[in-house]
């Protein structure tokens, strides 16, 4: 399956012609002209899981997985109620490396599943924490008032 899906690949490419200026190569303003691919790998499973990776020639690199997961899913019919069952998601997991154009080095590592995207690096802001009492509402005590007891006689016909 891999090679006839790289023959095709390949039976496009070679029958595809481009103008002699379309490599990007070729532009006066490219300023990453120099950049190659220096490594490359492509793997894709009949389970329906793959992985990937490449580096470049300006250190930057990048890597990702791939696997199909049973979850719960949930659909909803016309009157807004749910229904759950399982299904076939993908969860995907990555990292990232390269270097920021005032030299720092920045990783980014990455998951994704059923409780979403969730990346990760120093790089990435953080929410500031605040640390503080929270008001509590006063309490009061309250005497309420009660109606005097009088004396009951009956009165009325009859008595």
């Known amino acids: ?6 023959a095709a ?9 481009y103008p002699s200026n379309y490599a990007p190569s070729s532009y006066k ?3 990453y002209a120099g950049i190659t691919i220096v490594s490359q790998s492509d793997e894709r499973n009949l389970d329906g899981s793959s992985k990937w990776s490449y580096a470049g020639s300006d250190y930057t690199t990048r890597e990702e997985s791939q696997v199909q997961k049973k979850m719960q899913g949930a659909s909803y019919d016309s009157y807004g109620k749910a229904t759950y069952e399982d299904v076939m998601a993908n969860t995907n997991k990555g990292s990232s490396y390269w270097v920021s154009p005032e030299g720092e080095k920045i ?3 990455w998951s994704a599943d059923e409780a979403g995207f ?10 500031p924490v605040h640390v503080y009492e929270l008001p509590v509402a006063p309490v009061h005590v309250y005497e309420l008032p009660v109606a005097p007891a009088l ?3 009956r009165t009325g016909p009859g008595y």
């Open 118 to 127: 969730q990346p990760k690096g120093d790089h990435l802001p953080v929410a």
């Open 9 to 17: 690949v390949l039976a496009v490419a070679a029958a595809t012609s």
């Open 151 to 153: 004396p009951y006689t």
């Open 107 to 109: 990783t980014l590592t």
């Open 29 to 31: 303003d490219n300023k």
């Open 1 to 6: 399956m891999k090679l006839f899906v790289i």
